[in-house]
């Protein structure tokens, strides 16, 4: 038996604290629940609603199909409910705070530890996310998922643990490509650290050839496409607020109040502790994702997929070893739950204070999601009020995606079928007919357009300008509006 091995708890496991974990669960989706109603669709969301119910595909250029299709198909069974269509990622992380509380289960921890992590991941900026549908905010659900499969199989060696996480690999494929960087840091740390045997259990690699063969249709879509998700590299390589702001930020999201000084503690313990040796490649490879993602320029929310395995290793910790814990952890576990409780939008959109220090309050939702109506509002106006001769031979453009996505969705009422725009994954969704020979369009420049027309004309200064008298096919324009 190896030294990882070793120290992984092999007797009778702990008691599953079923009743006070679904609580904590049940009283994270009660506050999304009540909170999901308000006060729109965000821009991104309106996206992955618009990719999934008017553009469904194999792929996207940003993303695998799985989010478009659950946008789209929530709002299909659901129209225009905010509710509903957020519905599964409430869902999703009322089950993480669940499946955190098992991983500390794994780990040794008793009733009081799987109750603590759960709190931890139920303070968690993961929860605060959680009012959007998104990639991001599903993702990190599934990588939850898979580590506490992992960490079972550690206990157990039951090598079917191997194929289920191989399936859900599959489905975090579908939702964003960032997983194998998941595997790849495990699988080498495991064959430096141990459990060396993992990398030989035939059931690893049944479930890596299930995760393989479900994302071939994305991959094609990819390959037939010029393989244009290469290109987010450079996108979110540009958005980049550097090292600090990076760090501060995604430390953050693991919990202003607990939840940072547990994500630290417990990353430490993974790594450093005797009690876990059997899990430190699991805590090596967190770290070095963390620097990956650093060095690479990525976003700082990605850091939420891997915060359960510490929460859980910090709460076990914690409660083994602080004789009294439990007056020092109750009342914080409080204020990092009012902390959360206040970032989701609880208050009136008129609130104009949107963070107090540190802490962002919920009103900053209203922010990315209530302008947008107004915006379409202008836009759509001024397309109603065209003569319906004119309005045949006018196609609406954007010059950025989430002003695409918003005129889509709410530009029905003023006769706005659909929405064209060169920008990410709208270009892939088709170019306007040979028949428009007008455009109006709104965004910030408008010389981008202006080559290819004789004339343009002011409507909304700054906002929204008409260009009239194309010069040149559709066909040979609409390879130069490609932006990303």
Do not use: C
């Amino acid at each position: 038996m190896s030294n990882a091995t070793q120290t992984v708890r092999t007797g009778p496991e702990q008691a599953f604290a079923r009743l006070p974990v679904f609580v904590v669960a049940a009283l994270a989706g009660a506050a999304l629940l009540a909170t999901s109603g308000r006060y729109a669709h965000g821009f991104d969301e309106l996206y992955f609603l618009m990719a999934g119910r008017e553009h469904l595909a194999w792929g996207y250029f940003d993303q695998p199909p799985l989010i478009p299709a659950l946008a789209g198909a929530m709002d299909s069974l659901f129209p225009g409910s905010l509710v509903m269509l957020r519905l599964p990622m409430t869902l999703a992380a009322a089950a993480g705070v669940v499946v955190t509380a098992l991983i500390a289960r794994e780990l040794g921890g008793g009733r009081g530890a799987q109750v603590l992590a759960a709190g931890l991941y139920a303070t968690s900026g993961v929860i605060i996310v959680s009012h959007w549908i998104g990639t991001y905010v599903l993702d990190p659900f599934l990588w939850t998922v898979i580590v506490w499969l992992v960490v079972r199989w550690i206990r157990v060696r039951r090598d079917g643990l191997l194929v289920w996480a191989g399936v859900v690999t599959a489905i975090s494929l579908q939702t964003k490509f960032l997983i194998p960087a998941f595997w790849a840091f495990a699988l080498v740390s495991a064959l430096a650290l141990g459990p060396r045997e993992l990398l030989r259990r035939p059931k690893l690699w049944l479930g890596a050839g299930i995760a393989a063969v479900a994302t071939v249709p994305t991959l094609s879509w990819q390959a037939r496409n010029g393989w244009p998700y290469r290109l987010m590299n450079d996108v979110v390589a540009a958005e980049f607020p550097g090292t600090w702001i990076f760090l501060r930020d995604g430390f953050l999201m693991a919990g202003v109040g607990a939840g940072v000084l547990a994500f630290v503690y417990g990353l430490v313990r993974l790594i450093f502790s005797r009690e876990l040796r059997g899990y430190r490649f699991l805590g090596v490879a967190i770290a070095a994702l963390i620097v990956a993602f650093l060095l690479l320029h990525g976003r700082s929310y990605y850091l939420m997929s891997v915060f359960a395995l510490p929460f859980a290793a910090a709460a076990t910790g914690f409660v083994n070893h602080v004789p009294r814990w439990r007056p020092v952890a109750w009342p914080v576990m409080v204020l990092s739950a009012v902390i959360t409780l206040v970032g989701l939008p609880i208050f009136p959109a008129t609130m104009a204070r949107t963070s107090i220090g540190p802490i962002a309050l919920g009103t900053s939702f209203a922010g990315g999601e209530l302008p947008q109506q107004e915006l379409v509002k202008a836009i759509g106006e001024t397309y109603a009020a065209l003569p319906p001769e004119k309005k045949a031979h006018t196609a609406v453009y954007a010059e950025i995606y989430p002003f695409a996505a918003a005129t889509e969705f709410y530009g029905r009422q003023y006769g706005i079928e659909r929405v064209y725009s060169g920008h990410r994954g709208y270009w892939y969704f088709d170019r306007p007919p040979d028949s428009a020979d007008s455009v109006l369009f709104a965004g910030f420049d408008p010389e981008l357009l202006k080559p290819y027309f004789a004339e343009v004309t002011p409507v909304v200064e700054g906002l929204l300008w008409r260009y009239d008298g194309r010069r040149g096919s559709w066909t040979g324009i609409w390879p130069k509006l490609e932006r990303h």
